[in-house]
């Protein structure tokens, strides 16, 4: 059961652009979202986050927007820039004694920008 | 400050031995996530420690086991390797024993069972 998902593989686009990247979730206990970015043999790199009482959260080039009600975030890096390039996983945490430590992942959208 | 670090970063074992995996998190941080990430399941989630008490378990076989210290310096352990185990290991380290806590992962450790 696939809690958290990034249906899209893959982006690309050009240099300068926007980015946007989705991401939707179902577990309606899930309160709290980050954006992680991940270069192959590295560990991922924590972006931004976002708690469920905002609907936005900025951080330089990376906004983070939230949609409550349609269980639906997404990421938006502008303008996108070549380093950018790498895999971007959307992770959600849920309140609760059972999810100590615990993000749970969706399977990543490979972001390639082009010069 | 120090990232997360995490040793050995490559390992190479064959079916049915044991295996060991270390990670040191950031200073001041005292819990520590362990997640397991392959082609096909992408990033799951292992286990959690806090003050070296296992706080939270991923769905994973019991070979899978892990300890933390008194430094919050934790080990994993994989007993009875299977091939299926080949996989990437990520620590992640957080401040606080909350839920809401970003992590911050360590390189990883690269684990190819033969």
């Known amino acids: 059961d696939q809690q958290v998902k990034q249906n899209s593989p893959s982006l690309s686009v050009q240099e300068g652009r926007i980015s946007i990247l989705n991401c939707d979730y179902t577990n309606s206990m899930f309160d709290y979202f980050l954006w992680y970015k991940k270069y192959p043999a590295e560990g991922p790199t924590f972006l931004i986050s976002?708690?469920?009482?905002?609907d936005k959260n900025e951080d330089g080039r990376f906004t983070v927007f939230l949609n409550k009600s349609a269980k639906h975030l997404s990421l938006h890096i502008v303008p996108s820039q070549p380093g950018d390039s790498a895999v971007y996983f959307c992770a959600a945490s849920a309140a609760g004694g059972t999810s100590y430590g615990k993000l749970t992942f969706g399977q990543g959208t490979i972001l390639t920008v082009h010069p | 400050k120090a990232g997360v670090t995490q040793t050995p970063r490559y390992l190479i074992k064959t079916r049915g031995q044991q295996v060991t995996l270390s990670c040191s998190p950031i200073s001041g941080h005292r819990s520590v996530s362990w997640y397991q990430q392959t082609p096909g399941q992408g990033l799951q989630f292992l286990f959690e420690?806090?003050?070296?008490?296992?706080?939270n378990k991923g769905n994973f076989p019991g070979r899978f086991s892990g300890r933390q210290f008194s430094n919050s310096r934790s080990e994993m352990n994989v007993s009875t390797l299977e091939l299926g185990d080949s996989a990437l290991y990520l620590c992640?380290?957080?401040?606080?024993?909350?839920?809401?806590?970003?992590?911050?992962f360590g390189p990883g450790t690269r684990l190819t069972v033969l």
């Open positions: 976002i708690s469920s009482i905002k």
């Open positions: 992640a380290s957080s401040l606080a024993p909350g839920y809401n806590n970003e992590q911050f």
């Open positions: 420690y806090f003050s070296e008490t296992q706080r």
